[in-house]
Every structure is written in C-alpha cells, then in structure tokens.
C-alpha cells in the first residue's frame, strides 16, 4: 500500500509543472485524494483534494485558479497541475490519503529565477 509523487523540479516564476501522485495496493477508486505542501520553516497545509468520484474538488485560497486538481482512475493517478507558479508555492509536496493514513514520500518543487 503505497503512494509514490514525482514531477517535481526547478521552474521560474510565471511556469508550470505537473505533479502526479500514483497509487498502489489498494482501491484507488474508493478514496479521497489531497495534496499537502510544506515549506521550510512552516507547517504541513492542505492545498486541493479531490473526491472518490472525482467530481467535487477543493483548494486552499492560496492556489485557487492557478491549480487544479484531478485523477486518473485507469491509471490509478491523482495529477496537480500548478500554473503562474510563484516563489511562495516552493515547498515539498505531499499526496495524503487520509482514510488510509497514507502519505508518499514527497516532491520537491522550487519556484526561482
């Protein structure tokens, strides 16, 4: 049972990157998926999730129009799409499915000219 994220990198102000979050040994279909950030110095924050379904969807005020949530249930993968990064969304970031206490091990994506 497992949660593996990559996508992560080096991207400058203004650019995009494609998080992905894939699933393994267990019912993909069955959970509510979240994507945590945590930055040096702070603590761990929510900044979208998605549904079971994948029809309901919610971001943190902080990424709201610039991020967005999906999944893949064919591919067993939740996907974060991060546009008009800013300096301020560099962080480790975190797929969480909270009803299996799972977290993966963490991207790093760092937002920098």
């Known amino acids: 049972v497992q949660v593996v994220e990559s996508g992560g990198g080096v991207v400058q102000p203004g650019g995009s990157l494609r998080l992905s979050c894939a699933a393994s040994g267990f019912t993909f279909t069955r959970y509510l998926f979240s994507w945590y950030r945590q930055s040096s110095g702070k603590e761990r924050e929510l900044v979208a999730q998605?549904?079971?379904?994948?029809?309901?969807?919610h971001y943190s005020d902080s990424v709201k129009g610039r991020f967005t949530i999906s999944r893949n249930n064919a591919k067993e993968t939740v996907y974060l799409q991060m546009n008009s990064l800013k300096p301020e969304d560099t962080a480790v970031y975190y797929c969480?499915?909270?009803?299996?206490?799972?977290w993966g091990q963490g991207t790093l994506v760092t937002v920098s000219s």
């Open positions: 969480r499915v909270y009803d299996l206490a799972l």
């Open positions: 998605i549904s079971s379904d994948g029809i309901t969807t």
